[in-house]
């Protein structure tokens, strides 16, 4: 297996752009989980879906922030407009029902 | 979800065991303890998990006190690659404790020659 594979790797934009980050996750997985990786913050989860569903999304800072799952194998986070404070690494992350999670390489985003 | 404690960083020489602590004492009863790690830049990195029975896997093993209050993740032979951020956590299933540094600060291993 491939793994959860993430698009793209780096991204670097201008503040007020839109930013679109992509995400497969492990074939036969019905989880899957966006974190957003800082030096400040830490590894913080913000949303978290279970078999295409949004389950809990109280961790998105704002209505910037929105995410999507139209099917089992593809899942999107979306910023619009995006913020310099926006910077950081976002992972996904995916899992077997409430078994370990399995993460991606992650998006490193850069907005200037 | 329980709140773990974790000492910031450990030291280890290569070639022997590394024994990581966890402290989650209040942890409920149908709380799993969770380990990952992180080597710098890459994403956590699964290493194994436990209920009350200590485990062991082809990564490490994992032990749980008989109260469940703590727990200690050893790597038997520790190299340099196992030089990372060692993660404890403890969740019932998914992770409901959105919002919040989900994964606490972990303890930075490094591993000496």
């Known amino acids: 297996d491939a793994g959860v594979i993430q698009s793209p790797r780096h991204e670097v934009t201008e503040m007020g752009q839109e930013v679109t980050l992509r995400c497969k996750p492990i074939?036969?997985?019905?989880?899957l989980f966006w974190y957003r990786q800082t030096m400040m913050r830490g590894l913080e989860l913000l949303i978290y879906?279970?078999?295409?569903?949004?389950?809990?999304d109280s961790g998105m800072p704002e209505d910037r922030f929105s995410a999507k799952m139209p099917n089992a194998s593809f899942s999107t986070l979306k910023i619009q407009p995006s913020e310099p404070r926006d910077s950081a690494v976002y992972f996904c992350?995916?899992?077997?029902?409430?078994?370990?999670?399995?993460f991606g390489p992650g998006t490193r985003l850069t907005v200037l | 979800d329980a709140k773990t404690t974790q000492p910031p960083s450990m030291d280890c020489a290569e070639g022997r065991a590394a024994n990581l602590p966890c402290n989650h004492s209040?942890?409920?009863?149908?709380?799993?303890v969770y380990w990952y790690r992180q080597i710098h830049s890459q994403g956590p990195q699964y290493i194994i998990h436990?209920?009350?029975n200590n485990e062991t896997n082809e990564m490490a093993s994992l032990i749980i006190t008989e109260d469940r209050k703590s727990s200690t993740l050893i790597l038997p032979h520790a190299t340099l690659r196992d030089t990372a951020v060692y993660y404890c956590?403890?969740?019932?299933?998914?992770?409901?404790?959105?919002?919040?540094?989900?994964f606490g600060d972990g303890t930075t291993l490094t591993v000496k020659p």
């Open positions: 992350a995916s899992s077997q029902s409430q078994g370990p999670q399995y």
């Open positions: 074939s036969g997985h019905n989880s």
């Open positions: 879906f279970n078999n295409n569903v949004p389950i809990d």
């Open positions: 209040t942890i409920s009863g149908n709380e799993y």
């Open positions: 436990g209920l009350k």
């Open positions: 956590i403890v969740r019932v299933g998914h992770n409901t404790n959105a919002g919040k540094s989900t």
